[in-house]
């Protein structure tokens, strides 16, 4: 099948990731954090004095990472309400299509709720078209069609560049995957619609016996779309002797949510001290993780050195290796974080790397008292 017609039969064949929205309680001091820690640039910005009149939202950009940060000007409405409930989180998982109103029709007759009906949004410099789709939990994906749209980003935004210098500036460049939590039981669901909605197939999964302690567990899998652009693994809790990670979220978020982004980066080691030195918090990792690193790993281009001092991580597959580290929670309550990934062949999500990851995280939930 050529890809053209591939295109026309599954509207969500050829697909990227747009933005990712974020509902925070003060967007304006949310940016400064994203610009000042995380290397981000402000580019566009929306509010009363572009005509919004109930929200304001910033636009950050870091080479094809898009972040929309969005905070509401009134005590009771959606966005309030979200933030009160929820704590700050990701809202919508935006994703490019080539045709809005097909992959709104694909998803809806795969069973997903409505929340926006396909909508032109027009000014100056075109128009695009929205569409939204609800997902787990308060979280929605939107469908976006840009047709020719060349304004800075979409109607009501107008053009705001503002940068902060760094001594040292992070590399991320996009997004590799984008993790759900889940309730309990409730994986297998979310996987099937994510198959039904979006045309997704299932790339791996992961068992209690993969992923536990000898205290918490998760079960995963990861959904993707046919070019591997745009994964969504999905977690649930999984009983242990204690509290999982995944339930912590739950009870703290007060439902399912986005617990983590993971972001590509070229050169981990250069972005991991470069974020260090802004200020970014990382999850630790036991100095026996290094002792052994060399014998399970193989040969790799990096010193083993330089990776013991920042605390990254390191996992093979028959297909390469890849490098990760996970900041801790990157707002009040733990629930979203980021991890930070660095490709060299390898296609895993870090199989290897659980157990350690799962100690460093239970000593922080053992100092929140949620172990
Ligand atoms: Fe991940």
Not at 64 to 77: C, E, G, H, N, Q
Not at 160 to 177: E, G
Not at 274 to 296: C, H, I, W
Not at 299 to 306: F, H
Request: proline residues 3%; negative net charge.
């Amino acid at each position: 099948m050529s890809t053209a017609t591939e295109a026309r039969s599954n509207p969500l064949a050829q697909i990227d990731w747009d933005y990712v929205e974020f509902y925070v309680g003060n967007a304006k001091q949310a940016a400064h954090y994203y610009m000042s820690a995380f290397g981000f640039d402000q580019v566009a910005y929306a509010g009363p004095e572009t005509g919004v009149r109930d929200r304001v939202s910033y636009l950050l950009e870091q080479n094809k990472l898009r972040f929309v940060l969005t905070a509401s000007l009134s005590p009771d409405d959606e966005i309030a309400r979200h933030v009160a409930l929820h704590g700050d989180g990701v809202k919508d998982i935006a994703i490019l299509v080539q045709d809005a109103r097909a992959a709104f029709e694909m998803a809806v007759g795969g069973g997903a709720r409505v929340v926006l009906e396909p909508t032109v949004l027009e000014d100056a410099n075109g128009r695009l078209i929205k569409a939204t789709i609800a997902t787990y939990g308060d979280t929605v994906h939107s469908f976006i069609e840009r047709d020719g749209y060349t304004g800075i980003f979409a109607p009501g935004f107008v053009e705001a560049r503002k940068s902060i210098a760094h001594a040292a500036k992070p590399a991320l460049q996009f997004i590799d995957h984008c993790v759900g939590n889940v309730g309990w039981g409730e994986m297998d669901a979310w996987g099937d619609f994510y198959g039904r909605v979006f045309g997704f197939s299932q790339l791996v999964s992961f068992d209690d016996k993969d992923i536990s302690t000898e205290y918490t567990a998760l079960r995963s899998k990861v959904m993707t779309d046919p070019r591997h652009q745009v994964k969504f693994p999905i977690n649930e809790p999984a009983q242990g002797k204690k509290k999982s990670q995944i339930e912590e979220y739950l009870d703290f978020y007060h439902g399912a949510g986005v617990q983590h982004m993971a972001i590509r980066t070229d050169d981990i080691a250069a972005t991991i001290a470069a974020l260090k030195a802004n200020g970014v918090e990382f999850l630790d990792t036991p100095d026996s993780y290094y002792d052994m690193l060399q014998e399970r790993v193989g040969k790799i281009d990096e010193a083993l050195e330089t990776l013991r001092d920042l605390r990254i991580l390191v996992d093979r597959d028959d297909l390469g290796y890849m490098l990760q580290i996970f900041t801790k929670p990157l707002q009040d309550r733990p629930t979203v974080f980021f991890e930070i990934i660095q490709r060299k062949g390898s296609l895993s999500f870090g199989k290897g790397n659980f157990k350690a990851l799962f100690v460093s995280i239970e000593q922080e939930q053992e100092k929140r008292g949620t172990l």
